[in-house]
Every structure is written in structure tokens, then in C-alpha cells.
């Protein structure tokens, strides 16, 4: 099995091309319908695309092939909450070489379905206290 047939769930196409007015792939903040409408027509799955899981170079030739928009699960995980801070770290690392292939592309980093009490591993931080508009405080996730 090739490396992009690995690595790659599946591609999803949310929507037909013929259903979006425009390929336009330009906001600022807030969405429009029509942009969303677009990212969705060039949605695909790439399970940990950015943790060095198979050939990155491959993934975005593969990317770039196919004129993918939005590559979901990008960086995921399913338990082992203490894992997600390196993979943060990997992610970083690999960002700006698919931004170099396609600026307009957007990644999906998520936890999905479980927490496990190693989440209690995981500091809060700062700005999601900023965010939620609640005192800054130095505590691990519970």
C-alpha cells in the first residue's frame, strides 16, 4: 500500500463542484457561505498528515494533485492526551511546507471521542482563560 493510501482516510466531498458558485478561498476572520461552500467541496481526511506519519513530501504532491482545501484530522488523537503537546511541536515544524505549496490550505489539529485521566497531564493555557473570559490561572486540564 502506497504511502498517500496509508495515511489517507479518504477524501470527502461534502458538495458537488457544481454546487459552489465560486472557487474562492480569501477570508478575513468570518467565513462567507460561499467561501465555506468552497473549502468544502476540496475537504479530505489526512490522518496525522502533520505528526510524520508517512512521506510528507509525497502527502503534499498529493494535496497539491488533487487541489485539497482543507485537510482534516491533520494532527489527531484518540487517548494518550500527553502525546498532543509534541505533536504540536511536529505540526509546527510541518505547516509552513504545506503553506509553501498552498497558503490558502486550511489543517484541522484535534482530540477526538475519549479523554483519558492523562489530560490531567496537560496544562491550560493562557489564552483559553483570555478566550472564555475567565482569571488566568496556572492548572492542568481535569
Known amino acids: 500500500m502506497t504511502p498517500i493510501l496509508r495515511h489517507c482516510l479518504c477524501l470527502v ?9 465560486a472557487q474562492d478561498y480569501h477570508f478575513d476572520r468570518t467565513i462567507s ?3 465555506l461552500k ?3 467541496a476540496r475537504s479530505i481526511t489526512m490522518l496525522d498528515l502533520l505528526t510524520e ?3 510528507l513530501t509525497d502527502n503534499i504532491r498529493m494535496l497539491k ?8 484530522r491533520a494532527v489527531y488523537l ?3 492526551e500527553a502525546e ?20 490558502d490550505i486550511i489543517l484541522q489539529a484535534c482530540i477526538f471521542e475519549i479523554v483519558s485521566r492523562g489530560v490531567e497531564q496537560i496544562a491550560v493555557p493562557e489564552w483559553a482563560f ?5 482569571p488566568v490561572e496556572q492548572r492542568n486540564f481535569r
Do not use: M
Not at 13 to 21: E, K, M, T, Y
Not at 87 to 102: G, T
Open 13 to 21: 466531498v461534502l458538495l458537488s463542484p457544481a454546487a459552489v458558485c
Open 33 to 35: 457561505p460561499d467561501v
Open 38 to 40: 468552497s473549502y468544502l
Open 53 to 55: 506519519k508517512g512521506d
Open 65 to 72: 494533485s488533487t487541489g485539497a482545501k482543507f485537510a482534516g
Open 78 to 80: 484518540w487517548g494518550h
Open 84 to 103: 498532543f503537546p509534541r505533536r504540536l511541536e511536529l505540526a509546527k515544524k510541518n505547516v509552513p511546507k504545506i503553506h509553501q505549496a498552498d497558503p
Open 130 to 134: 483570555t478566550a472564555l473570559e475567565r
